[in-house]
């Protein structure tokens, strides 16, 4: 029997669907946080131990669907279960106020503050002040790259045909291009409109074109004619629309395309870039990947379907909300390693590409989620180019990620590691913890179920376990963050630091 899927809705506006309930929490354990304020004295407190049954998540209605930017997604399938009806009912959890979410790394001591490897993190965030946004020819390569986007107009091709009708009143060439503050051609959009809102829309995607560019490419001065609300580009756009008229929108089109030939000519966005800063605006980079999610993956996510269900192999989608909020936590800089274990269709990996700048790498053992990986990774370099945007390197590996020899070698090198293991088998998890023994000091490990099982302490009999060496730390992610739930859950954060364990050695006389 197929296993039954949703569509999670518009990634922009972060809204899921709410068609299950959340996905099964291990109970979690005692941790003590301690925050530094800005007093001397040291506040600590206790995350207690919840003591509530596990919940086990509803089964998916097939027929659910959303929209991501008029896109459709394909949404995780829950991990099996064979709880009872009761047990499978909605666990509602309270939003949690922002202040009450504390940083990965908020544990402290004086001793920790005097290693050298605190000397070393200061030199590598002077370091990270040097990554630049824009995208730089010369530095790229010499000679004009040979990637080409996938324009809009090939995304409407490549839907069943009647999907799409005429969107304007006339019998004028629906054909138009669209300029952007890259260097590279403009983007040819055919002026159709979809039947069905979850379908990709051309023409809402040059209204949204058209109000990002301004927004972070230009200053106030420059923005006016673009977007003020009274006479601008955009808005003679949204006339041309509501109206149908077909001559007003090629018309208003060519005018902002000349604008924005002249504005790149003199070099406005060159300056607005290099201003940038060091990381990339969220809602620019959720802009960019959400076009190339709509070239690349929706065109093929029925393909998504094909996997064996009640395995490890089950896919679902961390949000770029929730996967910035991860990077952010785990201080990931430019001049960092990240990498996804179980990275499927590779958004994780891409956005911390754009929006860090940092070595990322990713590995997914399902053979259609790596093909559309694949492809999303070409649409990625081509259309940040477009963008004028510079990306840290991306190395999307097939494969099993136990086994594959790449990611065995990166694994020490990893600053942060992500494993989306909601689902993932107690065997596999074993298997994980495993491979963290060759981790480096200070690595964070990031994942939704947390490896440290109940109770657990050091002792005589586990001394040479791997879970010894992890410090780990629960952290709560917000509503709309995941694409198996609309509801806000659990994740954990554990870093490699091993002196706890040779404190223990010591004091047990079994040496350093």
């Keep these: 029997m197929a296993p039954k899927i949703i569509f999670p809705k518009n990634m922009f506006e972060y809204l899921r669907p709410k068609a299950m309930a959340p996905l099964k929490v291990e109970p979690r354990v005692a941790i003590k946080i301690h925050v530094e304020p800005k007093l001397p004295a040291i506040a600590a407190k206790t995350i207690k131990k919840s003591t509530s049954s596990s919940k086990s998540p509803h089964s998916q209605t097939a027929d659910s669907k959303a929209k991501r930017y008029s896109v459709k997604r394909y949404a995780a399938l829950p991990e099996k279960s064979s709880a009872s009806p009761a047990a499978n009912k909605r666990n509602v959890r309270k939003r949690p106020a922002r202040a009450a979410v504390l940083s990965s790394d908020s544990e402290s001591t004086d001793a920790e503050n005097t290693q050298p490897r605190k000397k070393r993190k200061s030199s590598e965030s002077t370091k990270s002040m040097k990554r630049q946004v824009r995208y730089h020819q010369d530095k790229e390569g010499s000679e004009k790259p040979t990637e080409s986007i996938k324009h809009a107009q090939e995304v409407v091709s490549g839907y069943k045909p009647g999907t799409y009708e005429n969107g304007f009143n006339g019998d004028g060439d629906m054909v138009v291009e669209l300029h952007y503050p890259g260097d590279m051609e403009a983007e040819k959009y055919l002026l159709v409109r979809p039947k069905d809102e979850d379908n990709f829309d051309p023409v809402v995607e040059i209204l949204r074109v058209a109000s990002v560019v301004p927004k972070f490419y230009l200053d106030a001065a420059q923005a006016k004619k673009f977007i003020d609300e009274r006479a601008s580009h955009l808005r003679n756009m949204k006339r041309a629309v509501t109206t149908k008229s077909l001559d007003l929108f090629r018309s208003v089109l060519t005018d902002y395309n000349k604008d924005i030939k002249a504005l790149y000519d003199e070099g406005a966005f060159t300056k607005s870039l290099d201003k940038m800063g060091q990381q990339i605006p969220l809602q620019l980079v959720d802009h960019i990947l959400t076009q190339i999610y709509a070239r690349t993956v929706s065109l093929g996510v029925q393909s998504l379907r094909k996997y064996e269900n009640g395995t490890d192999n089950v896919y679902g989608e961390i949000l770029p909300r929730f996967a910035s909020k991860i990077f952010k936590d785990t201080e990931l800089t430019h001049d960092k390693i990240f990498i996804d274990l179980g990275s499927g269709v590779g958004n994780v990996v891409l956005q911390a590409a754009l929006e860090i700048g940092c070595d990322s790498w990713g590995c997914e053992i399902m053979e259609n989620a790596s093909d559309l990986a694949a492809l999303q990774e070409k649409e990625f370099r081509a259309r940040c180019r477009l963008w004028g945007l510079s990306t840290g390197e991306v190395h999307l590996e097939r494969g099993d990620f136990l086994t594959n020899s790449k990611i065995r070698e990166m694994l020490p090198k990893a600053d942060v590691i992500l494993v989306n293991n909601q689902a993932f088998t107690p065997e596999l998890n074993d298997k994980l913890v495993n491979l963290f023994l060759d981790l480096k000091e200070g690595c964070r490990i990031v ?56 404190a223990f050695m010591k004091k047990a006389g079994l040496g350093a």
């Design 447 to 502: 994942s939704l179920k947390s490896f440290i099982p109940q109770g657990h302490k050091i002792t005589k009999r586990n001394v040479n376990s791997a879970l010894n060496m992890l410090d780990v730390e629960e952290e709560q992610y917000f509503s709309d963050c995941v694409s198996w739930t609309d509801s806000p859950g659990e994740y954990f954060v554990a870093k490699k630091d091993s002196r706890k364990l040779k």
